[in-house]
């Protein structure tokens, strides 16, 4: 078993191409052009939330904000098959707003199919990007090799991987961190792009490009307030065109207190009775976050005798570059990392890195706290802990995050008595919690803050579900007196 691994780091450190299919021109029903020869295409999270990809065409370039994967069911991930609606070879550069795959997951297509130009985010952004990229494309070759397997067996051949490895190193070589939040990135003698600090997981930007004759600011996805480690999101500049998320655009998120007390009646209903309490995570963001709460409680003399496992090698990876990064944390994130013990290395923290570690933490004693991928019970090692712990009365399950229709974390939230694992009938019968105020992303009074702040002449929706759209619309438009547009997906808006 590893101690920590992050005590002693501190240091930086031939396909055919597709053509293109240009989509049909839809002009934005604006009544005043705003003559700033600005001309936007939606290539993805355009009436839907994932896949996020904006053309932006403007003073003689060509600007991809974004190239994310669609994610989510059969019928979206076929969707990344389809050609991009541009000539990838005649992009410019990409201006990339965060790691998560749904902002950054085709890149490595993108550079597949022609691109050669820079991909500028912040320094975290591209350490956290390539891991993820890894990640992403190690499972898609898996999932191919399995897929041209039962081909094979059928005397058909399967589909190859969207990318592979190879793709994902010549990704790698093409970015370049910009010197922080708020420094200006010449992109040309007239346009130049600001990163601002989204609050969304480390390294998250809204991205500002400036042409002289004004502005254009994409929200990438915007945070909540007083999340663990990040920072708040910051104020946004003033902007002639604003292209923001709207994911809980008709929501208002449960407060952090109502977490901290989940996560205390679970950690002492489970562990003084020797059961395990698993934790499913996402590798990004809410494990750290879910390492910084636990950290709390134990500092505080609220947490039994027990270890914690950190038990994924992406998380554990992540969080490295995390540690890597502490200028990028809040205040109170900076002060409290600044010593030792912190939540990255205290007592009963363990990462746990290869497959033999990761056995040994169900034959070690009971009584310990599990945090494991995937967040939402599809894949990885949670799997073989829900196997070895699902059906122990003493044992416990706390999720953290949203748990999708389909999934077997929806299932057991939903109270299911048995449920299907590795072929085998597992019965449920550990108690379970679930913990809601953690989210990365802004709630509806988050976003019209943002959006009277930015105040600009139009204000187009993206990153959103059919009726979330709609409603956040109407919200915006009983707030401000003015209806926003929704952008359609293929949809190019002169402006
Ligand atoms: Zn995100």
Not at 40 to 53: R, Y
Not at 148 to 169: C, F, S
Not at 219 to 225: A, E, F, I, M, V
Request: glycine share 8%.
């Amino acid at each position: 078993m590893i101690r920590n691994p992050l005590r002693s780091i501190k240091a930086s450190t031939h396909r055919p191409w597709q053509t293109p299919v240009a989509p049909d021109a839809v002009r934005y029903d604006c009544r005043e052009r705003t003559g700033r020869d600005v001309k936007l295409t939606f290539c993805g999270a355009a009436e839907t939330v994932t896949g996020s990809c904006h053309l932006v065409e403007i003073s003689g370039l060509k600007i991809l904000l974004d190239c994310g994967l669609f994610q989510g069911g059969r019928d979206r991930s076929d969707r990344n098959r389809e050609p991009f609606p541009f000539d990838p070879r005649e992009i410019d550069a990409v201006l990339l707003s965060h790691a998560h795959l749904d902002h950054a997951g085709r890149l490595p297509l993108l550079v597949q199919r022609g691109f050669a130009g820079r991909i500028y985010c912040t320094t975290p952004t591209a350490e956290i990007a390539k891991l993820m990229l890894a990640d992403s494309a190690h499972l898609q070759m898996e999932e191919a090799s399995y897929r041209a397997r039962k081909a094979k067996r059928r005397g058909e051949t399967a589909e190859p991987p969207l990318y592979d490895m190879d793709d994902v190193l010549r990704c790698a070589a093409l970015f370049r961190p910009i010197n922080g939040y708020g420094e200006d990135l010449h992109l040309s003698d007239r346009i130049s792009a600001t990163f601002h600090d989204a609050g969304h997981i480390l390294g998250s930007a809204a991205i500002e490009l400036k042409t002289p004759d004004g502005n254009v600011l994409f929200s990438g996805d915007l945070g909540n307030r007083h999340q663990p480690i990040v920072r708040d999101p910051s104020a946004p500049p003033r902007a002639d065109v604003v292209l923001v998320e709207s994911t809980y655009g008709n929501r208002r998120h449960r407060s952090m207190e109502d977490t901290v007390s989940e996560f205390q009646e679970a950690i002492d209903t489970v562990i003084p009775n020797d059961g395990n309490l698993l934790i499913p995570t996402f590798a990004l963001e809410r494990a750290q976050e879910v390492l910084y709460e636990l950290f709390v409680l134990w500092r505080n003399g609220n947490l039994p005798r027990c270890r914690i496992y950190l038990d994924s090698p992406l998380a554990i990876s992540t969080t490295r570059v995390f540690a890597r990064h502490e200028n990028y944390f809040d205040e109170e994130g900076q002060a409290l990392f600044s010593s030792h013990p912190n939540p990255f290395d205290f007592t009963p923290l363990r990462y746990s890195q290869t497959t033999d570690e990761s056995k040994e933490i169900n034959r070690a004693s009971r009584g310990n706290i599990i945090i494991a991928g995937s967040g939402m019970c599809t894949g990885g090692r949670i799997i073989h802990h829900l196997r070895h712990n699902l059906w122990h009365e003493g044992s416990g399950i706390l999720f953290v995050g949203y748990q999708a229709v389909g999934t077997l974390g929806r299932r057991i939230v939903e109270g299911a008595d048995h449920v299907r694992i590795f072929g085998e009938e597992i019965r449920v019968a550990s108690r379970v919690w679930t913990a809601n105020g953690f989210s990365s992303h802004a709630d509806q009074p988050i976003l019209l803050d943002w959006i009277r702040q930015a105040d600009p002449e139009h204000l187009i929706l993206v990153h959103g579900e059919d009726d979330t759209l709609e409603a956040f619309a109407q919200i915006i438009e009983s707030d401000q007196g003015r209806r926003p547009h929704i952008a359609q997906h293929g949809e190019t808006l002169d402006l």
